[in-house]
Nanobody, 116 residues
Framework: QVQLAESGGGLVQAGESLKLSCLAS????????MAWYRQTPGKERELVAR????????EFGDFVKGRFTIRRDNTKNTVDLQMNNLTPEETAVYSC?????????WGQGTQVTVSA
């Protein structure tokens, strides 16, 4: 079993930055790829960024346009998402995801609110 806990969400103004962190616990030594997703009410969940087991960023949502970075530290079991130049349209619940031996794991999510 893997548990994921997000932190770092909050309220920011448009144009500001925010850093989200995901801490994995439990059976962490077999975790493969990890990612951040986001979801707003009435919309489908969408990929924000994905990173490989070895810490290589692999995919970003089209909307990112170079503003976000994802980093992974396997010694600390963390995956961080640095988001810059946020817009109000990016207000959402951001969730951490991990793939472990064919199973999908999700965190509870952290709310990010961007005011105009």
């Amino acid at each position: 079993q893997v548990q994921l806990a997000e932190s770092g969400g909050g309220l920011v103004q448009a144009g500001e930055s925010l850093k989200l962190s995901c801490l994995a616990s439990g059976k962490t030594w077999t975790i493969g790829g990890m990612a951040w997703y986001r979801q707003t009410p009435g919309k489908e969940r969408e990929l924000v960024a994905r990173i490989t087991r070895g810490g290589v960023p692999r995919e970003f949502g089209d909307f990112v346009k170079g503003r976000f970075t994802i980093r992974r530290d396997n010694t600390k079991n963390t995956v961080d998402l640095q988001m810059n130049n946020l817009t109000p349209e990016e207000t959402a619940v951001y969730s951490c995801y991990a793939r472990d031996q064919g199973l999908d794991y999700w965190g509870q999510g952290t709310q990010v609110t961007v005011s105009a």
